[in-house]
């Protein structure tokens, strides 16, 4: 198919690169057309374009990975945005962590041009783009998630369909809500097994085989023992994350003090310098 994908950050720098190797014809977009050139050097191949129009002309596909709501209205909607090009039947999917409110506003929007239109956030962090082993969840209509599914297939592991426009970052929101309580859990244990005089190496490796497993602990607890906080998700988007959980939240009635809390751990970690730390420094804060 021919593709464009605008957003060559740490997440869809790999990504793009995937559907390249698939075989899908690409031409990308970078703000910082530096980063586009590297990528087009690392991966041999893929047009370089000059705007987010330009990206979307002729695309079958485009896709756009972007940091915020700000960040993806102007690809999407701006002067030289992507739809002021994109023809009829073609589809936008955007893997952006971004709210629930403009991935209704971009469905609707788009769909009068007669567009199509997924919301497609991702879980997996950076290696997981790497490895092709993202976990993706959906929101938009049946038929238009049927046209991509194998698209962005290429670099996930799996992608499912939740529900209407908007349910794919929803459930994004509870995917972080619940990150964000188990690092904190893990960083207080850490402090704990230290400051017991247990060999930490050890209690997590015992307890990472019962029933206080989970994917941090696995994955990140030597990193954060030894002090290293360079692997994975920055504190800044965790944070940008959180407020967006945050102020969905108080629309929809739910409660999360934990969530509000640890965001306010997070602020902590910022003003110590950590705002590119990886989500594991919450346990900076404690030592």
């Not at 940091?67 to 994109?86: C, K, Y």
């Not at 403009?102 to 490895?131: C, K, M, T, W, Y």
């Not at 696995?218 to 002090?227: E, P, Q």
């Not at 009635?253 to 640890?262: C, D, N, R």
Request: glycine residues 12%; aromatic residues 6%.
């Amino acid at each position: 198919m021919k593709i464009g994908f605008i957003g060559l950050g740490v997440m869809g720098y790999p990504m793009a690169g995937h559907l390249l190797k698939a075989g899908h014809q690409l031409t990308i977009y970078n703000r910082t057309r530096a980063k586009a050139e590297k990528w087009a050097a690392e991966y041999g191949s893929g047009n370089i374009a000059e705007t987010p129009a330009e990206v979307a002309r002729d695309a079958d596909v485009v896709i756009t990975c972007v940091g915020n709501d700000s960040d993806l209205h102007e690809v999407v909607l701006g002067i030289s945005g992507a739809t002021s090009a994109m023809k009829s039947g073609a589809i936008l999917v955007d893997h952006t962590t971004a709210s629930a409110r403009i991935a209704r506003e971009l469905h609707d929007q788009l769909g009068q041009r007669g567009i199509g239109f997924v919301d497609a956030p991702v879980s997996g962090g950076q290696q997981g783009a790497i490895n092709g082993q993202l976990t993706i969840m959906c929101g938009g209509d049946p038929v238009t998630f049927t046209a991509i599914e194998n698209v962005i297939g290429c670099y996930a592991r799996q992608v499912t369909l939740m529900g209407t426009a908007g349910s794919g970052q929803l459930t994004k929101m509870v995917n972080q809500i619940c990150i964000a309580g188990l690092i904190q859990s893990l960083a207080e244990g850490v402090q704990f097994a230290v400051n017991a005089g247990l060999d930490p190496l050890q209690v997590f490796d015992v307890i990472s085989k019962g029933a206080a497993q989970s994917w941090q602990m696995v994955n990140r607890h030597k990193t954060m023992i030894d002090g290293e906080y360079e692997h994975g998700f920055a504190v800044d988007w965790m944070r940008k994350d959180l407020a967006i959980c945050l102020e969905e939240a108080r629309r929809n009635g739910s409660h999360l003090p934990v969530a509000a809390l640890v965001d306010q751990f997070y602020s902590e970690v910022q003003k110590m310098g950590g705002g590119r730390w990886d989500t594991s420094s919450l346990l900076k804060r404690l030592v």
